[in-house]
């Protein structure tokens, strides 16, 4: 039996993190609700969530496992981990992922690193800075 062909050169399109995700019926597009690049918090530890992380790329054909890891930079500790598996018969198709993440823990002011990983290799990456602001 043959093996299907694999492609695995991945274009990356969007890594944005935010509140919510809408996706309408019917036609299936998304509405991203309140698309965020820092955290204000006042306090810390602090529980954070939850959001969203969406994700897409494109020029990937075949199976392949991705994972999501969310890593405060200063502190080196996981703030959350998440895996799956894609199967995308053509490579002009447009992937869209849609991560829920439940609650993380932030311990303090920092920057975090948002990596998206398809078969062990870095994809898609960003910053999240975490500040603290003064109670008013």
Known sequence: MAQPQTQLDPVPIALLLCDRVIEEAGSAKKSLIGIFTKIL?????????????????????????????????????????????????????IITLVIPIPLVVLAGPGTCDVEFNLAGKTVLHRHLLVEQVQQT
């Open 41 to 93: 918090m006042q306090t810390f530890p602090h529980q954070f969530g939850p959001f969203y992380v969406y994700i897409s790329f494109t020029n990937v054909k075949g199976k392949h496992g991705w994972s999501l890891n969310i890593l405060h930079e200063e502190m080196r500790s996981a703030l959350a981990g998440f895996q799956g598996e894609i199967d995308s018969p053509n490579a002009k198709d």
